[in-house]
């Protein structure tokens, strides 16, 4: 498959591995949520989880449409 000139996949496979920590990190405060049973903050958390998945799959579908393997594959 022949690659866009353009796309800068090192640039795009580094802010898909800062996306898997920031989703590590709300995973850990998901965890000590639990601790304080605060049902709000459990939900507003899962919510800011949510938005990072789509994200990684975003960014996964670009990186995997220009004919790339993202970080570990």
């Not at 996306?19 to 601790?35: A, L, P, Q, T, W």
């Not at 709000?40 to 670009?62: M, R, S």
């Amino acid at each position: 498959m022949e690659h866009n000139e353009t796309f800068n996949y090192d640039k795009l496979n580094k802010f898909l591995s800062y996306i898997h920590m920031g989703n590590e990190v709300f995973r850990v405060y998901y965890k000590h949520s639990e601790k304080i049973k605060s049902e709000e903050l459990k939900k507003l958390v899962v919510e800011i989880q949510e938005e990072f998945k789509k994200h990684e799959e975003k960014i996964t579908n670009i990186i995997k449409e220009e004919g790339y393997a993202t970080l570990g594959e």
